[in-house]
């Protein structure tokens, strides 16, 4: 194999691992909740400002900005309000609830002109710390326009719509569900042509993906097989072009330990099994070490990681082969009393009780 060929297939396979592991999964990271939950614990505590500490740069620069939140008596998120250094705001979103405090509209009011200045906003909202149900899965970098969710008598999202600004629709999404609640069918449609389809199991996960591309007129199909436990043991993706021949062929398996934590990622390749990452974690679940290798078995790097109580990663060492050190990276984090994350290497933090009373 030609060190390009290998090169261009080590990057797939690292997009398809990092893919895997993410908790959302690459197929259902659509920015939308695929069951909505009536009955939420309200938070005592909710984020009300996030700071880019001073100093804090990025490859064009020093960056300095903030966002604040607004919410409801739910702890709901009603606005959201992004400022530059000087306090100028650059981006506004509101949101709006139904009865049930299950969100119906967005409205993008304002969105910065210059984009490549504010790429800080790409990570801004996470609420995983207070309450993961509450999480906003929002594309940082939408146009303006506004946004509409619709339920059915079970309050689940059915219908998604997007409009620009010229009230024009350009994004649709249409939820089916099976009788016990969980995500069925998945059709996304845009403006452009662009068709996403997801079919899933009888428990919510995704079994099968197609997608359409208008500007070449290509076609994806992706399929995931699981095991009696119910971890996904199996992914094939085949790309099509427009006269459907076969353009791209790619077969993984996994394999997991007791606790369903994935250990071993082999790719399949003309009828041989090779053996791409070893995964090891500690007795929380996290992921503390990864061994990539090149087809020949030979080792290509070691990854190792390290947590703090709350989760957060607070170490990670890159080795190549015979050990030696490539990328030693530390990361800090500071709580306050109740747990809540005041400040990182990035970010300072504020939080107010849901009354309004800002937290001491």
Same mark, same amino acid.
């Given at each position: ?11 797939? !396979? ?27 614990? *309200?938070?005592?505590?909710? !984020? ?34 992004? $400022? ?21 509209? =967005? ?26 149900? =509450?999480? *906003? ?67 919510? $996960? ?16 992706? %399929? ?7 971890? =996904? ?11 459907? $021949? ?6 993984? $398996? ?13 790719? %399949? ?84 009780? !849901? ?6």
């Amino acid at each position: 194999m030609s060190r390009r060929k290998f090169i261009k297939k080590t990057l797939i !396979l690292l997009i398809s691992l990092t893919l895997i592991l993410t908790l959302a999964a690459c197929n259902e990271k659509e920015e939308l909740m695929q069951e909505v939950k009536v009955e939420k614990e *309200i938070p005592e505590y909710v !984020l009300v400002k996030e700071t880019i500490k001073e100093g804090v740069r990025n490859n064009q620069g020093p960056i300095s900005g903030s966002v604040e939140y607004e919410y409801d008596d739910r702890g709901n998120v009603t606005r959201i309000t992004y $400022k530059n250094g000087d306090g100028e705001v650059i981006e506004n979103k509101e949101y709006k609830y139904n009865e049930k405090g299950l969100k119906v509209e =967005r409205n993008i009011t304002k969105v910065v002109e210059d984009t490549s200045k504010y790429r800080w906003r790409s990570g801004s909202y996470d609420l995983v710390d207070l309450d993961e149900e =509450r999480i *906003i899965r929002e594309n940082m970098h939408e146009a303006l326009g506004k946004s509409t969710y619709k339920y059915n008598s079970r309050n689940q999202l059915i219908l998604y719509e997007r409009y620009n600004f010229k009230g024009e629709k350009v994004e649709w999404i249409n939820f089916e569900y099976h009788r016990n609640g969980n995500m069925k069918c998945r059709k996304r449609d845009t403006i452009g042509g662009f068709k996403k389809t997801t079919e899933y199991n009888r428990d919510g $996960k995704w079994t099968k993906v197609v997608s359409y591309y208008p500007f070449n007129g290509s076609k994806r199909v992706q %399929i995931a097989k699981y095991g009696k436990d119910g971890n =996904r043991i199996e992914n094939i993706k085949k790309d099509y072009n427009k006269k459907g $021949k076969s353009t791209l062929f790619s077969h993984y $398996k996994m394999v997991y330990d007791e606790t369903g934590n994935m250990i071993k990622f082999i790719d %399949i390749d003309d009828g041989k099994s090779y053996t791409i990452y070893d995964l090891e974690y500690d007795e929380k679940g996290n992921l503390i070490k990864e061994i990539n290798y090149y087809n020949s078995g030979d080792i290509h790097w070691i990854k190792e990681y390290e947590y703090d109580e709350k989760g957060k990663k607070i170490s990670f060492v890159k080795k190549n082969a015979e050990g030696n050190i490539r990328i030693n990276s530390k990361y800090n984090y500071k709580y306050d009393e109740n747990g809540n994350l005041v400040e990182d290497d990035f970010q300072i933090y504020e939080y107010e009780k !849901l009354n309004g009373k800002k937290e001491e």
